[in-house]
């Protein structure tokens, strides 16, 4: 069988959506590990030679590519799998399960992948665009100029609706990971009794406190509240 | 439990065949024993629309003992009813209290065309199961399959997977009308056992194959299939056939 006929069967569709959003998974940490050092009270030279290096970095850039490619590909073809899931029935029941058999959020991914898209959207046009094409403040540390993310987010988030707005689509990525986690380890194969608890756990773990680090970002920046100490090691 | 009577509504889907457009219609259901399956308040419900020269109501059944996998009615949105674990006609009357009003519906998926309000035509299963359910025996004297040694953990997951009564209730009971539990379970069931190595990679090929083309759509993990499955079958078996089916088309061969 060539590798075209597999993607093209639905298992092999699903595969693509689970690779896709485990890549995710990993960008995920790896944003969250170095934003975080804004929760700190001085962290923001830590974030600010992060953001330096993650924008510099030329693996790192080659990797910014893979990631929009990844993000597309898990986009458009999530699109395309709830098109066609939604046509396997044209005559649809009177009455719903509902929640009897299911839960909501695994009914619903691409509702919640829609509305991460859209925040995505916003966050993409108040940062990364900035960041790649000019229109941020420079700092120095040690004679080199940085640009200065931290101060734009310091703006960003001192408006009360972004914040709102971040909460909220810390909420949707919540409820997307908790039902997506554990489903590309499903569609991967990867279910077996000695680890599938595991899996389940680290997927719950992942999905509630990632975005909720997340979610503390806006609300400490806005407030101005910051825990005493010098930010995350950075590994680079 | 105390035996009583009751006065039930009924609010089934008609549909003369697989062309027309279906509808609800509503009927009065009087004196229903607890006692009585779901199936045979039907046939008191079809033997007063026959007396009355009414069209009776179409519907799947033949053991009604849970094994034979006909009987498919979704009842309040629920494939084989509210009961885990059972079927159609081991749901009994004793679930109802008087005066309650029951929504009964077909199978609905594109895949399992009405044939007549609540019967579906279920032969895409059977055109999966042909293109590759099977083992091939060669003629000759019968091998005694008990002269083969099984691990039992493996004789145990095939048994498992192998009490799957094609009824389709993962279908109906799947947002996305997927087969991927009837698929895993008859799958798991020849590939667990060494009679069913040597076709293992064809099969599974060929089965997923015959299953994209009945037009079923495909699995999302809500597992809403294992929570109405009747023989309650799991979804590592769907995880099972992923595998299988990963490493049968990517792996070594052709």
Sequence with gaps: MNWQKVLHSSIGKKLVMALTGLFLIVFLLVHCYVNANVLFSNGAENFNRAAHFMGTNILVRIMEVGLFAGLLLHILQGYRLELKNRAARKSKYAVKAGGATSTWYSRSMALLGTLILLFLIIHLKQFWVPSRFGGLSEITYGNQPYHDLYSQMKEVFSQPWVVVLYVLGCFSLSWHLLHGFQSAFQTLGWSHSAYKGLIRSVGVGFSVIVPLIFALMPVFLYFGWEIPSGGLTLLF | ?254
């Design chain 2, 1 to 254: 439990m105390q035996h009583s009577t009751m006065n039930l509504t009924l609010k089934v889907w008609r549909q003369r065949n697989s062309k027309a457009s279906g509808g609800f219609e509503t009927y009065p259901v009087p004196g229903i024993s607890t006692e009585m399956s779901f199936l045979e308040m039907f046939d008191v419900l079809n033997e007063r629309l026959i007396a009355e020269g009414r069209d009776p109501i179409a519907f799947d059944h033949d053991c009604r003992e849970g094994i034979c996998g006909m009987c498919s009615m979704v009842i309040n949105g629920r494939p084989h009813g509210p009961w885990k674990g059972t079927t159609v006609c081991q749901l009994h009357m004793r679930e109802y209290k008087n005066g309650d009003t029951i929504t009964v519906e077909p199978w609905r998926a594109n895949a399992f065309p009405v044939v007549r309000d609540l019967m579906v035509d279920r032969s895409a299963f059977d055109r999966i199961i042909q293109a590759g359910g099977y083992i091939s025996v060669n003629t000759g004297n019968a091998v005694d399959g008990n002269a083969i040694p099984i691990e039992k953990d493996h004789a145990d997951s095939a048994f498992a997977a192998a009490a799957c009564i094609g009824c389709g209730a993962c279908v109906a009971a799947c947002k996305n009308s997927s087969a991927m539990l009837f698929l895993s379970a008859k799958v798991s069931h020849l590939t667990l056992l060494p009679q069913g190595q040597p076709e293992k990679r064809q099969r599974v090929v060929e089965m997923i194959d015959q299953m994209d083309k009945e037009g079923f759509g495909s699995c999302t993990n809500t597992y809403a299939c294992e929570a109405e499955c009747p023989k309650e079958i799991s979804v590592t078996n769907i995880a099972r056939l992923n595998r299988e089916f990963l490493s049968a088309a990517l792996g070594s061969g052709d």
